[in-house]
């Protein structure tokens, strides 16, 4: 009999007001029923936002190093059940376990960064254009913050949201992706052990119209985090605008590797196969187009090609796994799409192309690694975010067009080039128009210390990860502190001769 799961509002584990509950399986064995979680609804949202109020009443009060001491031991708790944590999201995300446990580190490395923060929200005291008058600045918590996860991290993603909200000191709601809802269940059971005051934490499940728009439409959610595709960031980014809302948008990728004619070939080879089939392609960065240099391309594919042909499919806690499943049968359907649009463009299966079914496949949702080559920049699969295991493989004769090609999408997330020149490599970094580049290695493996987002459709400017997050999660106070006793008026007093 499967477990039925709760929400946690207002300080206790709660059934949703809806009665209502969905169920969370195994994408590579869809007969593993891992629990059924809440289809809650608005009443649900409100009471989240009801206890949030409190909790940022005696939170934003709370000074900044003791709450990075509770972050600290959140990741104290992350290391010593890695292991667990990582085999359950395996179980309900698919991805193979290697990856798996790298999804909790980065929640680990995004904890010690954001206890450590504690002790440095810092504001800076900045020399006044008046005599005896102090001018200061320094942050203060926002309010409730409101956070929408996808599926494909599902323990990095809410981390990178859920830590620096809760150091700079505001309630936060979060609402995971319903794709996997198990794994910041575990997350939040462990930032209550760990001594957060429970009405800071509230966990709503459920759908993203249901759950995801009433809590973005809230009046009293001043700051929205969202990550997920860029369809739903437009309706979200709409609501906010009208609303005067707070927002951090990450959203799709269309993410280009470059190997130039002078690359080494083998670790262009290894950096492919990993940024194109890691996480079955379900990565905001997956390597979703090859630029390849016309002096090299075919000796280049056809290389990878057979590559891709022996990577092994199956259940992520397989240790022979390489790729695991896709998240669910939409998932599947949409590849399986997008791959008759590649041929029905003109572009040839060089691997690839077919679901893996029957025998161990049989009740889950995998698709083997699939490459086109001879696309043109202006194919469907070449502009598209596909969001699987298909790479398609463009042919260029310079630099310069290879640049022009990366940049001609409406995607600015990540994008690598793999060259010797290192003239070329640094020009690169100044060309590319992309909120990451990679030199000499594939355009996944962002580190948790540096900022982490894209530029045109994939953000709306704001960065997640690193120094520049903890802007985001904070307002800024000007303080002017005026001893002279007497009345000094900016702008005129100096000047008024
Ligand atoms: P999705 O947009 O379908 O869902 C993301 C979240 O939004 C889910 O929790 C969903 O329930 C919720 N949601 C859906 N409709 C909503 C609405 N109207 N209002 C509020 N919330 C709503 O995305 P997904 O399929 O879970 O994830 C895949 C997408 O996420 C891809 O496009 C990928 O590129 C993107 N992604 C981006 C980054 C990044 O940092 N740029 C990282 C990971 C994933």
Redesign the pocket.
């Known amino acids: 009999m499967a477990k039925t799961f709760k929400n946690f509002i207002g300080g206790v584990w709660v059934a949703p007001t809806t009665g209502q509950y969905f169920d969370n399986r195994n994408p590579a064995d869809t007969t593993d029923l891992i629990g059924r979680f809440p289809d809650s609804g608005a009443k649900d949202v409100a009471a989240a936002v009801r206890s949030a109020t409190e909790g940022f009443a005696v939170w934003s009060r709370t000074p900044a190093p003791a709450r990075g001491d509770i972050l600290r031991r959140v990741g104290d708790l992350l290391v010593a059940r890695k292991e667990a944590l990582a085999n359950a999201m395996t179980r309900e995300m698919g991805k193979v376990l290697a990856e798996a446990r790298g999804d909790v580190q980065e929640g680990i490395d995004t904890a010690y960064y954001a206890g450590a923060e504690g002790r440095r929200l810092f504001g800076r005291t900045v020399p006044s254009e008046l005599r005896a008058k102090w001018a200061m600045s320094y942050r203060r918590p926002i309010g409730i913050a409101g956070l929408?996860?996808?599926?494909?991290?599902p323990m990095a993603?809410p981390t990178w949201k859920m830590f620096p909200a809760l150091v700079c000191g505001n309630s936060v709601i979060i609402?995971?992706?319903?794709?996997v809802p198990h794994t910041v269940h575990q997350l939040v059971e462990i930032l209550l052990e760990a001594g957060l005051p429970p009405e800071v934490i509230q966990l709503v499940h459920g759908?993203?119209?249901t759950v995801?728009?009433p809590l973005?439409e809230h009046p009293s959610v001043s700051v929205i985090s969202?990550?997920?595709?860029?369809a739903?960031g437009s309706?979200?980014g709409e609501t906010c605008g009208r609303l005067h809302k707070r927002l951090s948008l990450?959203?799709?990728?269309k993410n280009a590797m470059i190997v130039m004619d002078d690359a080494d070939l083998d670790l262009a080879l290894d950096g492919v196969l990993w940024g194109a089939f890691g996480t079955t392609g379900q990565r905001?960065t997956a390597t979703s187009r090859l630029l390849v240099h016309r002096k090299v391309h075919d000796r280049f594919v056809t290389r990878l090609a057979d590559a891709a042909a022996d990577l092994k499919l199956g259940d992520g806690r397989d240790p022979k796994s390489q790729v695991g499943p896709l998240i669910h049968e939409a998932s599947r359907s949409k590849v399986e799409r997008y791959v008759g649009y590649g041929l029905e463009d003109g572009a040839t299966l060089a691997s690839g192309g077919k679901r893996s079914g029957g025998g161990r496949f049989a009740h889950g949702y995998f698709y083997r690694p699939t490459i086109f080559v001879g696309v043109k920049p202006n194919h469907r699969i070449a502009r598209q975010?596909i969001?699987g295991p298909v790479l398609s493989v463009i042919r260029f004769n310079t630099y310069a067009e290879a640049v022009r090609i990366n940049n001609d999408v409406a995607y600015g997330?990540s994008s690598s080039i793999y060259t010797r020149n290192v003239a070329l490599a640094f020009k690169a970094l100044r060309d590319l128009d992309n909120g990451i580049t990679y030199v000499n290695a594939p355009t996944i493996g962002a580190e948790a210390h540096l900022p982490?987002?894209?530029v045109k459709q994939?953000?709306n400017g704001h960065r997640?990860g690193g120094w520049e997050v903890y802007d985001f999660y904070s307002e800024t106070k000007a303080c002017y502190i005026d001893y002279s006793g007497t009345l000094q008026r900016a702008q005129i007093d100096n000047y008024d001769h």
Do not use: A, H, Y
């Open positions: 929408i996860t996808p599926f494909n991290f993603i609402k995971p992706s319903e794709d759908r993203g119209q995801g728009k973005v969202f990550t997920g595709s860029t739903t309706v979200i990450e959203m799709g990728g905001c975010e969001f997330l982490f987002g894209g994939t953000g997640e």
